[in-house]
Nanobody
Framework: QVQLVESGGGLVQAGGSLRLSCAAS????????MGWFRQAPGKDREFVAD????????RHADSVKGRFTVSRDNAKNTVYLQMNSLKPEDTAVYYC??????????????WGQGTQVTVSS
């Protein structure tokens, strides 16, 4: 079992920045691929970004490329999502995920409890 705890969400104005963090714990958390999904009100949950266990490989959704960057610190079993140039359409609950293999699949990952990100116009 893997436990994921997110932090760093909040309210920010359009054009601003936030950094989300997610700490993983559990017997097998080390080396897992990790990443982020999000769900806006009235919309389906969608992929944002993920990173391999080694940290050498990443993916970002087209909607966030050039603005968001996923990274990790394996010594801390923590993944980060640096979000710059935020837009109102980035408003969502952001979920940290972890899985055995990269790329991550929504159907086969552990989920955090989610953290709210609200971008005001």
């Amino acid at each position: 079992q893997v436990q994921l705890v997110e932090s760093g969400g909040g309210l920010v104005q359009a054009g601003g920045s936030l950094r989300l963090s997610c700490a993983a714990s559990g017997r097998t958390a080390s080396g897992y691929a990790m990443g982020w999904f999000r769900q806006a009100p009235g919309k389906d949950r969608e992929f944002v970004a993920d990173i391999s266990g080694s940290g050498r490989t990443t993916r970002h959704a087209d909607s966030v490329k050039g603005r968001f960057t996923v990274s990790r610190d394996n010594a801390k079993n923590t993944v980060y999502l640096q979000m710059n140039s935020l837009k109102p359409e980035d408003t969502a609950v952001y979920y940290c995920v972890a899985g055995v293999t990269w790329p991550l699949l929504m159907e086969n990952v552990y989920w955090g409890q989610g953290t709210q990100v609200t971008v005001s116009s």
